[in-house]
């Protein structure tokens, strides 16, 4: 094996085992304008109905964890593909950046659409008579999201929508970036990782914490992603 290879190797162990210290979570932001995805703010820090500020507080944490691994990720790619290297740690790398990216956005699309004081779903809005066309009523098509939610697993529930159709579906996301439909556009997400719930609700309730999530849905941001 040569040197370069066997470096890569052992990379690649590295990085599975969680231990690549370039991509800490508190790796700072890079300056390379290709990777300088920012943190977007979200005034969560004093927690919502339901779910305590202890909780959030350290779900933006790890938030802020994903960005700044998508930026590591980013700038380590850009850099071998400068330099002509594409050794299995590389191709780690690229693998992972799926799950780092997908986790930053899919947080972003779940902090922005949570609020206290969140709109109800819009009477007559184009994704509401989506929803009635696909389950009949709201609350028969929430009964199918949230048992989309509480599947066994980690990941998130999702009510996408097929651009081509302008369908929707309920979809189960395991991790950040598996089992999701390709081409679709997520309208909702609800983070159902144990790190969303566990503190506040523990293991085995995860409907709670889904129940408690309903009424903090802001359906005027989620009905703009229709
Ligand atoms: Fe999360």
New binding site residues.
């Given amino acids: 094996m040569e040197r370069r290879e066997l470096l890569g190797t052992l990379a690649a162990g590295t990085l599975a085992l969680g231990l690549a210290p370039h991509l800490d979570a508190a790796q700072p932001a890079t300056s390379d304008p290709r990777a300088d995805y920012k943190p977007r703010p979200f005034a969560l820090e004093t927690g919502l109905p339901g779910l305590s500020k202890e909780m959030l507080g350290e ?1 933006l944490a ?2 802020k964890g994903y960005v700044n691994r998508t930026n590591a990720l980013l700038k380590d790619l850009q850099a071998a593909e400068a330099e002509g290297r594409a050794t299995t740690a590389v191709q780690e790398s690229r693998r992972r950046l799926g799950f780092e990216f997908s986790g930053m956005r899919l ?1 972003e699309l779940y902090f922005e659409a949570l609020r206290e004081k969140a709109a109800g779903p819009g009477p007559g809005h184009a994704l509401q008579k989506a929803i009635q066309a696909g389950w009949g009523t709201f609350d028969a098509w929430w009964a199918a999201f949230k048992a989309t939610c509480t599947m066994t697993g980690i990941g998130w529930g999702a009510l996408v929508k097929d651009p081509h159709t302008g369908r929707l579906m309920n979809a189960w996301i395991q991790d950040h970036e598996n089992a999701f439909p390709v081409g679709t556009v997520p309208i909702l997400v609800v ?1 159902v ?1 144990e ?2 719930y566990v503190k506040d609700y523990g293991a085995t309730a995860r409907a709670k914490y889904v129940d408690a999530i309903r009424p903090l849905i802001d359906w005027g941001v989620v009905e703009k992603r229709y």
């Fill in positions: 779900h790890l938030y947080h983070d990782w790190h969303a």
